[in-house]
T-cell receptor
């Protein structure tokens, strides 16, 4: 158990719909990362938040958005869903103290949310 | 970010030592080498991280030659439960903006 929780575990929805995935980081971790893993694309970084602010952006579609709340939990919002958005979505967290180089700033991954778009 | 190359798959038998090598010819001075393990439908799990020479923990060892252009993850006496995908990642491990770029990984199959 990594200490990172994600809900829901499974989500089945239809094309055109909107869903929200939730992530609670490990206690004390300030950074939250979102990744998408699909069969044909592998694990892809989407976006990172640090202490409530967006810090890094990867291959995230404009239909997707995320935010990190004051209690540090994060939500990933996926809208106008397409069949190709079906994937496993992982959240990870790390201590990530800003401005410091930490050789042991390990990312801990949650169990993921499996999204199926029909 | 430095590009990594690792075998697509490997087979082994229970009780054997498994060595997975990763090439990273363009590794930068500030880059660390990190290995993750992923079981089907689970999130990746951190295994080990190193900068140079050898690092050992309770799970694995990581060997990094002096030129740091490659690294070898060594799993002692594997069991069936070590069947998983192993990812080698290279990059700076800054606190913020520390996104991970995963390659294709090595699919390890441990047979009885």
């Amino acid at each position: 158990d990594s200490g990172v929780t994600q809900t829901p575990k499974h989500l089945i929805t239809a094309t055109g719909q909107r869903v929200t995935l939730r992530c609670s980081p490990r206690s004390g971790d300030l950074s939250v990362y979102w990744y998408q893993q699909s069969l044909d694309q592998g694990l892809q970084f989407l976006i990172q938040y640090y202490n409530g602010e967006e810090r890094a952006k990867g291959n995230i579609l404009e239909r997707f958005s995320a935010q990190q709340f004051p209690d540090l939990h994060s939500e990933l919002n996926l809208s106008s869903l397409e069949l190709g958005d079906s994937a496993l979505y992982f959240c990870a967290s790390s201590v990530a103290a800003s401005g410091s180089r930490k050789s042991t700033d390990t990312q801990y991954f949650g169990p993921g949310t499996r999204l199926t778009v029909l | 970010l430095a590009k990594t190359t690792q075998p697509i798959s490997m087979d082994s038998y229970e009780g054997q030592e498994v060595n997975i090598t990763c090439s990273h010819n363009n590794i930068a001075t500030n880059d660390y080498i990190t290995w993750y393990q992923q079981f089907p439908s689970q999130g990746p799990r951190f295994i080990i991280q190193g900068y140079k020479t050898k690092v050992t923990n309770e799970v694995a060892s990581l060997f990094i030659p002096a030129d740091r252009k490659s690294s070898t993850l060594s799993l002692p006496r594997v069991s069936l439960s070590d069947t998983a995908v192993y990812y080698c990642l290279v990059g700076e491990v800054w606190g913020a903006g520390n996104m991970l770029t995963f390659g294709g990984g090595t699919r390890l199959m441990v047979k009885p």
